[in-house]
């Protein structure tokens, strides 16, 4: 079964920028669509990113498009999320997610994948 580890969060200034990463091990990480996830304190998980099993499409939610972008290399067995212009959030956690039956319709529901790492903090603060 895979296995996800998130990676790359800290502190950062708005308009800052970061790179996370997530290792899949365990498990045929090729054939899933892999996301992002993050949750704020006291709100709602919420769908950021997916990219498609063999790399080439991609969805992002609103309030990221443009700044951020969402890449995987299935060489490496590892997804990544680059957050450029980062917004003065305070602190969210960024969760990796896999899914193998993961659909278009589904790409923003937490409950479509099946796998999910510990998460990684982001601290977007002045």
């Known amino acids: 079964q895979v296995q996800l580890a998130e990676s790359g969060g800290g502190l950062v200034q708005p308009g800052g920028s970061l790179r996370l990463s997530c290792s899949a091990s365990?498990?045929?990480?090729?054939?899933?669509?892999m996301g992002w996830f993050r949750q704020a304190p006291g709100k709602e998980r919420e769908f950021v990113a997916v990219?498609?099993?063999?790399?080439?499409?991609?969805y992002y939610a609103d309030s990221v498009k443009s700044r951020f972008t969402i890449s995987r290399d299935n060489a490496k067995n590892t997804v990544y999320l680059q957050m450029n212009n980062l917004k003065p959030d305070g602190t969210v956690v960024y969760y990796c997610a896999a899914g193998m039956d993961v659909i278009l319709s589904s790409i923003r529901i937490g409950a479509a994948y099946n796998r999910w790492g510990q998460g990684t903090q982001v601290t977007v603060s002045p």
């Open positions: 365990g498990g045929s990480f090729r054939q899933g669509a």
């Open positions: 990219v498609w099993r063999n790399g080439g499409s991609t």
